[in-house]
């Protein structure tokens, strides 16, 4: 059990950001406690992923019982690995291993719902965090003293610092930005399913992806992609299909999207795509939204931090958007612990300069693989298969943000608090300075 530093923090917010920071705040030795907007928890969404720079966050708690339970709700591509397929021949252009990582740093790929519940339930019932449901935060305030919340309610609650890890709506932003951010349209939409086998298997097109373990195949067209999986041994399949698409955002994660736009999209294409998506009882049609980076995570006094979404929202083609909200928990928790209570604006800002570049960075590798892949030179990948594969990047995945965060911590707190006394720190000594296409 840490030492208690006597900092107490709330968080706006219940997602895998808010949840890591509460978790990571608690492990450090700090008072802790969540507001959050749903009245009850429901098992959302559909796949979600976490590279292995999450998985050695999750391995840190109750002993490595978390990412164990998670590991078990998760794909395992050991034997089938992913295949990706030109997508009008269907021919499979390249095999890509993909081996579920170490048991300290696991990738998992699993249902959102699923694994939100797992980690959900560890913070409030294991470690006793207080989970305030059914609150919504309609006012942010703070002063040079301190940060609070304003819930429906009227009733208003302070800190010592305020994290807005409520999502890609967050009102945390209007706060620390003094103006409203509208997100944009990426250009780019998802459709997304997920649903129970019993169809596919019946189908002799189809039966081959769900009666011999989990699975993982992609197609990859002009300005599409199309990646479909079979998961907890090929009981439960899922897809996901991102395509163009400039019409309104809708933020919404259960916007009702229809099939026959979906087969248009695929006409031309490989039949087996039409096979899987036949069988798909409704699906979600999620306008994949974009902004450029913040000019600041920070307010003005420095008291009210956002994290997650909330900062910086990431394409699905990075898998890296839930992995960097949680990196984002684990650095805060320690920047305040190190900073201690007196110190709290510089903690703040010390996380933002640990965090920012790396995070700039990490965004980047969404529209790579994006663009790879949806301007395909086919002739390369014929000479060099390997060039089309889903790439993981090791100054991405060997990322330990706790290390990294503890290691840097005196170096930019000088900085932030303007005594440097020597070269200024490379605070993302891990991360390349231009980003591979
Ligand atoms: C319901 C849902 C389903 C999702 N499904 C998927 C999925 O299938 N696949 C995928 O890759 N990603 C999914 N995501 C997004 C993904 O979880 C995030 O991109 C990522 O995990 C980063 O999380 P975050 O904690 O920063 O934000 P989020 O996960 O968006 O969490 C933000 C939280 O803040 C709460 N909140 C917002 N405003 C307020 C307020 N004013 N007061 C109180 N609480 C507030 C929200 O209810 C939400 O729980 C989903 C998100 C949500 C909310």
Redesign the pocket.
């Known amino acids: 059990m840490a030492t208690p530093t006597g900092i107490k923090v709330v968080i ?8 890591t920071a509460a978790i990571e705040c608690h492990r450090q030795g700090h008072t802790v406690e969540i ?4 009245p009850e928890l429901k098992t ?6 976490f590279g292995a720079n999450g998985g050695r966050i999750y391995a840190r708690w109750s002993n490595g019982a978390i990412a164990k339970k998670l590991r078990s709700l998760c794909i395992d591509l050991s034997d089938y690995g992913f295949r990706i397929h030109k997508y009008d021949t269907g021919e499979v252009v390249h095999h890509q291993r993909s081996p579920p990582g170490p048991e300290d740093a696991p990738i998992l790929n699993g249902h ?2 699923e694994l ?1 519940e797992v980690v959900f339930n560890f913070a409030r019932d294991e470690l006793g965090i207080p989970v305030h449901l059914g ?4 006012e942010y305030f703070e002063d040079e003293n301190q940060a609070g919340i304003v819930l429906k309610s009227g009733e208003r609650v302070t800190a010592d610092i305020v994290i807005g ?7 945390a932003r209007e706060l620390v930005l003094g103006y409203v951010d509208k997100p944009k349209s990426s250009g780019y939409a998802v459709w ?1 399913a997920w649903f129970s086998n019993k169809d596919m298997i019946a189908d002799p097109r189809t039966k081959e992806f769900c009666e011999n373990g989990d699975t993982f195949n992609g197609w990859i067209g002009p300005d599409v992609h199309f990646l479909f999986s079979t998961i907890k041994g090929g009981q439960d399949c899922c897809w996901v299909l991102t395509h163009k698409d400039e019409h309104d955002i809708d933020e919404s ?1 259960s916007f009702p999207g229809k099939l026959e736009d979906v087969f248009k999209v695929l006409e031309g294409w490989d039949p087996i795509c039409k096979a899987i998506v036949e069988k798909t009882p409704s699906v979600v049609d999620w306008k994949l939204v974009y902004r450029d980076p913040l000019p600041t995570w920070v307010s003005k006094h420095a008291r009210i931090l956002l ?4 900062a910086h ?2 394409l ?1 083609t990075s898998a890296q ?2 992995t960097q ?1 949680m990196e984002d928990g684990v650095t805060i928790a320690v920047c305040l612990k190190r900073a201690g209570k007196d110190n709290i604006p510089a903690a703040v800002k010390a996380h933002q300069e640990i965090r920012y570049d790396r995070v700039k960075l990490v965004q980047k590798t969404g529209e790579a693989t994006r663009d790879r892949w949806h301007k395909t030179d086919w002739e390369k990948v014929a000479k060099d298969p390997e060039s089309i594969s889903f790439r993981r990047e090791d100054w991405i995945h060997e990322h330990d943000a706790e290390k990294h965060a503890e290691e840097v911590f005196d170096v930019v707190f000088k900085k932030v608090t303007g005594k440097v006394d020597g070269p200024e720190p490379a605070v993302a000594p891990s991360a390349p300075t231009a980003v591979a296409v």
Not at 12 to 19: D, E, I, M, N, P
Not at 35 to 38: C, G
Not at 165 to 171: E, F, M
Request: no cysteine.
């Open positions: 706006v917010g219940a997602g895998f950001g808010g949840l507001y959050e907007n749903f959302l969404g559909d796949i979600i992923s959102r719902g939100h609150q919504f935060v309609e890890a409520d999502g890609v709506r967050s009102k997304r994660w994290l997650g979404d909330a929202p990431f699905p958007g839930a909200a």
